[in-house]
């Protein structure tokens, strides 16, 4: 993922006459504050150094949105419910990377309704919003604030935003109200929301109004025609190309619902248009029928519990249903698409979960594998997906990001996520079926990732328009030497080595299962040279760490930073060395308190408020304490699950954003928030589930049929941790571990099926 939040001012427009009309309703929130550019100055000259940066605003006091997803189709909301044309911009409704809905605004009289509260409940995914009325001034009199209630419900489906508006008057005299939906779709790409200037757009059409329905086209320059279809039940007193206007009087007591469907169709697409309640019905049924999937966690600790809820609610939300199966978008609103190494990592979070996650993510990475080498695309043979994209720009080449392949890592992860998934499952089928694409992953890493030879991978852009950092931290500026100078590539970071090391270790493991011990041991040997060669150029004594990166001329990038911690992962650290990578990622130069920061404040380039060099990332610190958890830094562990879980109390929803400011710890203070941070993030949401199992040491062998606990211990605020329909094969379990004074004990509460349970202490 691309990432250099740089501001600059928004890329779109809106009608005079309309933004006439609702601008004095946005006005009281604050949210109409002027825009600069936040530029770099080398030289004295003003530069823009990412190709594709996010452009943001000066943040509006309300950042607190409201965020659906379904498929190929996710909606950005503000707490009332409405979409503001304004603020931070990325409010809309987007389907297959184009914003179908850029306004869409509900007025009661001349104002907008007071807002009461405003939720996306957990299990359904449906934004319930309760709102009423202010003052309104009628020919006889005022109708009193808080007469009117207002109930909005919404939700997605199949392509289509369904939402149920209900009036209610709870006053004693009949009232007569007028209410409208002010509209309008803008059908930008995602990158020109983003903030990436176009040259050229394509032609918007003509609206068509008829009684109940508007329809909105837009004819992109890649000759797609893409449409938006507003239906308004009852159908509205007037209806133009731009505002519903309803009137209605209400008895006392008497209410009356309506109901707005949206529906998003590209020749790529059509959908199939439901009832509210069928639709809605549909949508519960999938979400109850993923809940089932996986195992159910309960605690003693009803904060941690929020956090567990909706980080599972978030992690299914995330979820898309491809033709492979099911995969974890990225994040919303930026990255709701597919990222290989995004995928992949959240599906080794969950994986002791839920195992189907990582099938779908194998096969589909398997499926989009490159096949050949396109330079444009960052592409060589057996090479893993970076990312996919289906908008406009995308199908134009106006970015390169339809299929591009820029990431060094995600080669390698994916054969440690399919040595994982065989260890978790016994799932023969499966790797007899991806073997082959293992064995192609191996030969990119051998050949094309190791390009000059000397034994270790690293990446140097191809693409003109590729992203120049092809590691986690993608930012331009987040490889760097001690005295804060941009390491040249090609680069060769010290967590990819450790992948690798990993990479080959789990395909040895795979390659005994399928009767290639030839090739099993040539895997390990290669994988032990690795760690030998890796000891000797990335370990800075006087860092008591590894170095951040090799350089192009094989200079050490001397810093310390998280990537470090990353390695413990792999296994690829010596004992001896991992002791002392621990002691410095819990310094207080590194620890915030709230988690392990990406670079230590003792750094050159060390900047809280950065993506990269400063920041916290939740799922970066389930991925060190897993890692510490295999060197029995047990103590480090806990410091990282409650630093996180203090977090999550002070986040709105309990949702674990993508990353937060690496400001430390004050008292009576929540984290410093990112603003432009993903909220949702699937790698993020997927944190929690990793930090669990690295506290209780649990481990599950499916070939073996057995679930062991090595060494377990649970944080103070934690007393009982229940674990339910925990599934090895087709045997489950109920399991609750219970803290003790010294250790943690286990019982366990149903067992169906054959499996072992083991605790090491």
């Not at 501001?7 to 005079?16: D, E, H, K, L, R």
């Not at 939402?163 to 930008?188: H, P």
């Not at 432009?676 to 049929?705: E, K, T």
């Not at 679930?707 to 339910?724: C, Q």
Request: net charge neutral; proline share 6%.
């Amino acid at each position: 993922m691309v990432q250099n939040r740089t501001v600059s001012p928004g890329a779109w427009s809106i009608s005079n006459d309309l933004w006439q009309r609702i601008r004095p309703l946005l006005m009281h929130e604050s949210i109409l504050q002027p825009v600069n550019p936040v530029l770099n100055s080398h030289d004295g000259v003003l530069v823009v150094e990412d190709l594709y940066p996010i452009l943001a605003s000066s943040p509006p006091a309300d950042l607190h949105t409201r965020v659906l997803k379904q498929g190929e189709t996710f909606a950005v909301f503000d707490r009332f419910g409405d979409i503001k044309p304004v603020g931070m911009q990325e409010e809309g409704i987007y389907h297959e990377g184009t914003r179908y809905l850029s306004c869409l605004i509900l007025c009661l009289g001349a104002d907008r309704p007071l807002l009461l509260s405003s939720v996306v409940k957990r299990d359904e995914a449906v934004l319930i919003v309760d709102l009423t009325n202010p003052a309104i001034p009628v020919d006889k009199g005022v109708i009193p604030h808080g007469t009117i209630h207002l109930f909005r419900s919404k939700f997605l489906w199949q392509g289509c935003c369904y939402e149920k508006l209900r009036l209610r008057n709870y006053g004693l005299s009949r009232v007569k109200l007028a209410f409208s939906f002010q509209f309008r779709a803008d059908f930008a790409d995602i990158f020109e929301v983003r903030g990436t200037r176009r040259a050229r757009k394509g032609e918007f059409l003509e609206p068509i109004v008829k009684g109940d329905s508007v329809l909105l086209a837009y004819r992109g320059l890649d000759g797609v025609m893409r449409r938006t279809q507003l239906r308004f039940s009852p159908p509205p007193g007037k209806l133009t190309d731009c505002e519903a206007h309803f009137e209605l009087a209400l008895q006392p007591q008497e209410e009356a619902t309506f109901v707005v469907t949206a529906d998003f169709q590209s020749d790529h697409s059509e959908n199939v248009l439901l009832s509210y309640e069928q639709a809605a019905s549909l949508a519960a049924a999938r979400a109850a029928e993923a809940r089932a999937q996986t195992c159910d966690i309960y605690t003693s600790n009803e904060q941690f519990n929020d956090w567990l809820n909706r980080s599972l609610s978030d992690l299914h939300l995330m979820i898309t249903d491809t033709p492979e199966g099911p995969y974890p978008y990225a994040g919303v609103p930026w990255f709701s698409t597919a990222f290989g190494r995004d995928g992949i990592v959240t599906a080794l979070e969950c994986l002791w979960m839920n195992p189907s996650i990582a099938r779908g993510v194998l096969t589909f990475l398997a499926s989009t594998q490159a096949t050949e080498v396109i330079p444009e695309q960052d592409a060589e043979p057996g090479k893993i997906l970076h990312e996919t994209r289906r908008g406009e720009m995308a199908a134009l080449g106006e970015i390169p990001f339809r299929r591009y392949y820029g990431s060094v890592d995600a080669t390698p992860l994916f054969v440690v996520l399919a040595g994982a998934y065989y260890e978790r499952t016994g799932d023969r089928a499966l790797l007899e079926n991806i073997w082959p694409h293992v064995e192609k992953a191996l030969h990119w890493i051998d050949v094309y990732g190791d390009a000059d030879g000397d034994g270790f991978v690293e990446y140097a852009r191809r693409s003109p328009s590729g992203l120049v950092q092809q590691g986690w931290k993608d930012s331009h500026d987040s490889v760097f030497h001690a005295d804060g100078s941009l390491a040249e590539g090609p680069i060769a970071l010290c967590e990819v080595q450790g992948y690798v090391y990993a990479a080959k270790r789990a395909a040895a493991d795979l390659a005994c299962v399928l009767g290639f011990p030839e090739r099993a041991a040539v895997l390990r040997s290669q994988a032990e040279t690795l760690r030998q060669r890796f000891e000797q150029a990335f370990w800075c004594e006087e860092l008591s760490t590894y170095a951040l990166a090799l350089d192009g001329k094989k200079r050490p990038c001397r810093v310390r930073t998280s990537n470090a911690g990353q390695c413990l992962l792999s296994g690829i650290v010596s004992p001896e060395r991992a002791q002392r990578v621990a002691a410095t990622l819990m310094r207080q130069e590194s620890f915030s308190e709230w988690g392990i920061r990406t670079v230590a404040s003792s750094e050159a380039r060390y900047n809280p408020m950065s993506y990269h060099n400063g920041s916290v990332w939740p799922h970066d610190n389930a991925l060190i304490a897993f890692g510490l958890a295999r060197y029995r830094r047990s103590e480090d562990v806990l410091r990282i699950l409650t630093g996180l879980f203090d977090a999550s109390i002070f986040v709105e929803l309990h949702r674990m954003p993508e990353l937060f400011c690496g400001f430390p710890r004050r008292p009576g203070e929540g984290p410093t928030l990112y603003p432009v941070a993903c909220a949702p993030q699937a790698w993020a949401a997927a944190a929690v589930f990793l930090l669990l199992q690295s506290c209780l040491g649990m481990h599950i062998d499916g070939v073996r049929r057995r679930i062991s606990f090595h060494y377990p211990v649970m944080p103070r605020f934690l007393k009982k941790v229940r674990l339910g329909n925990l599934r090895v094969g087709d045997a489950t379990v109920d399991l609750c571990l219970r803290r003790r004074r010294t250790d943690v004990g286990l019982n366990i509460l149903r067992r169906q099926g054959d499996v072992e349970i083991v605790v090491v202490r």
